[in-house]
């Protein structure tokens, strides 16, 4: 089985920068994946890292270090639109299937 | 258009009721997935398909019955509904990372 910790809610000013950490406990890592999530609205894709080290993609980063069981996502110069969940996501052995953390509300003020 | 699609959006049902949810994807991919998502618990596996005629079961079953007789469709019957399976339903499709479809919200009263 697995165990995910995100930080349940985070806020944020905009055009600042927020990081939103993911640790994970499995016993067979097959990749970790954020997710963004507005209300109401289905999750969408924003990340994927299945070795160790930053991807970066336009304003948004995602880091792994597997050997800590540890993620973060990284958003740069913050829009009120960010403003939404953000969900990891473990993929453990050779299937396509994930288990989801709870998800990180995150809250851009003016 | 391709995409994935679930029907309804919207379902009011009562206790006891046959309910089947429909998810419908375009990209032809093997795996399909279904979630329940209520506050405090997040995404939950309810069932999954690698492909046609192959399903297994995730965290919640329970109550839940799922099929896949073409790659493109799979359907979640709920069999009995209970008051406790209101919830917003996703669906999903993957080549890698997952496509979630728009969601089924259902109140069973």
């Known amino acids: 089985g697995q165990n995910i910790d995100q930080p349940t809610e985070m806020t944020a000013t905009e055009g600042a920068i927020v990081q939103i950490n993911c640790t994970y406990q499995t016993s067979g890592f097959n990749g970790l994946f954020w997710y963004q999530q507005h209300a109401g609205e289905a999750p969408t894709f924003l990340s994927y890292n299945v070795l160790d080290g930053l991807e970066e993609k336009g304003r948004f980063s995602s880091f792994l270090s597997r050997s800590k069981g540890y993620s973060y996502l990284l958003l740069k110069e913050l829009q009120m639109k960010d403003s939404a969940s953000y969900l990891c996501a473990v993929r453990e052995g050779g299937y396509q299937k994930v288990t989801f953390g709870t998800g990180t509300k995150l809250q851009v003020i003016p | 258009d391709a995409g994935i699609t679930q029907s309804p959006r919207y379902k009011i049902t009562e206790t006891g009721r046959q309910v089947t949810l429909m998810c419908h994807q375009t990209?032809?991919?093997?795996?399909m997935f279904w979630y329940r998502q209520d506050l405090g618990h997040g995404l939950r596996l309810i069932y999954y398909s690698a492909a046609a005629d192959i399903t297994d079961k995730g965290e919640v079953p329970d109550g839940y019955v799922v099929s896949r007789s073409k790659t493109e469709n799979f359907p979640l019957t709920l069999e009995s509904a209970t008051r406790s399976q209101t919830s917003v339903y996703f669906c999903?499709?993957?080549?890698?990372?997952?496509?979630f479809g728009p969601g089924t919200r259902l109140t069973v009263t």
């Open positions: 990209w032809s991919h093997s795996y």
């Open positions: 999903a499709s993957s080549g890698g990372e997952q496509y």
